[in-house]
């Protein structure tokens, strides 16, 4: 990334949050929080978060606390863990 797209962004990163009602954000997390450890649709809480300026990271982290992180295998990877199973039995 061009530095000088990057230090751009990250200032009005800096304004956005400067700017915000940290207690409605805190608010709005908690409310997106206490969803996602329920089974109702989370999109609305996630709207309501970005209403009151909470940023992607933000959002995406409440909801990782929750249901926590996947990533994907590398194809030689399955391949192998397949053989593994296969061998086993």
Do not use: H
């Amino acid at each position: 990334m061009d530095p000088a797209l990057e230090s751009g962004q990250v200032e009005r990163l800096r304004q956005v949050r400067a700017s915000r009602s940290q207690a409605a954000v805190e608010g709005k997390l908690g409310a997106l929080e206490d969803a996602a450890r329920g089974a109702g649709n989370l999109m609305p809480m996630i709207f309501d978060a970005a209403d009151a300026y909470a940023t992607v990271g933000e959002i995406s982290d409440r909801l990782r606390g929750v249901f926590g992180e996947w990533w994907i295998f590398e194809i030689e990877e399955l391949t192998s863990l397949r053989r593994r199973i296969c061998a086993a039995g």
